[in-house]
């Protein structure tokens, strides 16, 4: 089993920064990929960014340019640095973690909300 616990969500202006940070625990040597997904009120969850143990990254279209997905292996933490944050990226953001580089998502954090708002 894995464990991820998000940190960093709050209230930011449009066109400011947040980080979040996701901490994993447990079976971490079986995480393949982690990733970010985001789901705003009325709309299906969706994938923002993910990042492999080999560093490959993928970013949604929404997003690229902005948003930076990276990991600290000595830490077993991932991080978003979001930056010139508009208000369509107002949502509850979840960390998650695969085991293999297929397939669907195993592992999900509680969530933490990301207010964009002026």
């Known amino acids: 089993q894995v464990q991820l616990v998000e940190s960093g969500g709050g209230l930011v202006q449009p066109g400011g920064s947040l980080r979040l940070s996701c901490a994993a625990s447990g079976s971490i040597f079986s995480i393949y990929t982690m990733g970010w997904h985001r789901q705003a009120p009325g709309k299906q969850r969706e994938l923002v960014a993910s990042?492999?143990?080999?560093?490959?990254?993928y970013y949604a279209d929404s997003v690229k340019g902005r948003f930076t997905i990276s990991r600290d292996n000595a830490k077993n933490t991932v991080y978003l640095q979001m930056n010139s944050l508009k208000p369509e990226d107002r949502a509850v953001y979840y960390c998650?973690?695969?085991?293999?580089?297929?397939?669907?998502?195993?592992?999900w954090g509680q969530g933490t909300q990301v207010t964009v708002s002026s």
């Open positions: 990042i492999t143990r080999a560093r490959n990254t």
């Open positions: 998650s973690a695969k085991s293999t580089p297929i397939g669907e998502y195993d592992y």
